[in-house]
């Protein structure tokens, strides 16, 4: 069993960044990729961006790439999210999970956590 605890949302105003968190515990030793998708009110969850676990290799969104970089730090099991130039359509909650590939057609390891709130005002 993994639990994933996300971090960091708030309200920004936009062109603001903010940095997103993720921690995993638990049995995290198959963990090929993490990754980080969204879902804003009223739409389905969207991939955002992940990384393998351990290259380091990197996919994004057309939406957000230039302007997000996500990260990993291996010996604390976190994930992070960098965002800056932060937009309006950016608004929604943010979750992260563990998958068996990189990119928008993963399928999740877990159970989605709560997630963190991300507010853009425009």
């Known amino acids: 069993q993994v639990q994933l605890v996300e971090s960091g949302g708030g309200l920004v105003q936009a062109g603001g960044s903010l940095r997103l968190s993720c921690v995993a515990s638990?049995?995290?030793?198959?963990?090929?990729?993490m990754g980080w998708f969204r879902q804003a009110p009223g739409k389905e969850r969207e991939f955002v961006a992940s990384i393998a676990w351990t290259s380091g290799d990197t996919i994004y969104a057309d939406s957000v790439k230039g302007r997000f970089t996500i990260s990993r730090d291996r010996a604390k099991q976190r994930t992070y999210l960098q965002m800056n130039d932060l937009k309006h359509e950016d608004t929604a909650v943010y979750y992260c999970?563990?998958?068996?590939?990189?990119?928008?057609?993963?399928?999740?390891?877990?159970?989605w956590g709560q997630g963190t709130q991300v507010t853009v005002s425009s």
């Open positions: 999970n563990r998958f068996s590939q990189l990119g928008a057609t993963a399928t999740p390891y877990d159970l």
């Open positions: 638990g049995r995290t030793f198959s963990t090929y990729a």
